[in-house]
């Protein structure tokens, strides 16, 4: 199975590479976005509060994560679908399918936060905290997103669907990647975050698992 998920991890980065657009745009909607809020709220470098500073990033991530990930199973069409029902496993396709999305997730999130702190200063005390953090929130929001896609393609109005199932799902991870970027912000003991932590690594475990499960029945229909 894992000879399979690395070719189909493969064959997304060729897609991805091949269709530069689809990335390229959810780059330039990062970067503008992160532009558009600097000159709307007029704050110079580094004078920024931490909540603000805090909650306009992960603002910024959680929407260019859904743009990025949205395309997982939607932009599929049924022939191609067959083809990968007939020579790989389901459970192949929904891991190739979490992993290529958490590094593409993983990338815009450092991305973000490299011109975040260039535009708006980077007040972040505990930086392998923070990155660690980032890592485990790019992990749940890629596998809820995924799973997510895979129902809302299986629907005529997949692009409403997706948006509806995707933020219920989204609210514990966002909320504990929030608070623990909070605390990497202000530099507290690590031991504060630890149940924090431990609670999001549940979570994303729940999820992934869980859609380790769920999708082959899925596959199939």
Do not use: C
Not at 67 to 74: C, D, E, L
Not at 143 to 169: D, E, Q, R
């Amino acid at each position: 199975m894992w000879k399979e998920i690395i070719l189909l991890v493969k064959k997304e980065a060729v897609l991805e590479w091949r269709q530069k657009y689809a990335i390229n745009g959810i780059l330039l909607y990062v970067v503008s976005t992160i532009f558009i809020a600097y000159l709307s709220m007029g704050a110079g470098k580094g004078n920024l509060g931490v909540p603000v500073w805090n909650a306009l990033y992960w603002i910024i991530i959680l929407f260019s994560s859904v743009n990025a990930v949205a395309k997982s199973f939607i932009q599929e069409h049924q022939g191609r679908q067959l083809y990968y029902y007939m020579i790989a496993s389901p459970e192949a396709i929904i891991l190739s399918k979490t992993i290529y999305n958490t590094l593409l997730t993983l990338v815009l999130a450092l991305l973000g936060y490299l011109v975040f702190g260039l535009v708006f200063g980077n007040p972040v005390a505990d930086q392998p905290l923070f990155l660690l953090n980032l890592l485990l929130g790019a992990i749940g929001f890629s596998a809820s997103l995924t799973m997510v896609s895979a129902i809302a393609s299986k629907a005529s109005n997949n692009g409403t669907l997706m948006a509806i199932l995707s933020f219920p799902v989204l609210i514990p991870i966002l909320l504990m990647a929030i608070q623990v970027s909070k605390n990497a912000i202000d530099g507290l003991d690590r031991e504060i975050n630890l149940d924090k932590i431990l609670t999001l690594l549940a979570i994303n475990a729940i999820v992934a698992v869980s859609s380790y499960i769920l999708f082959p029945y899925l596959w199939r229909s």
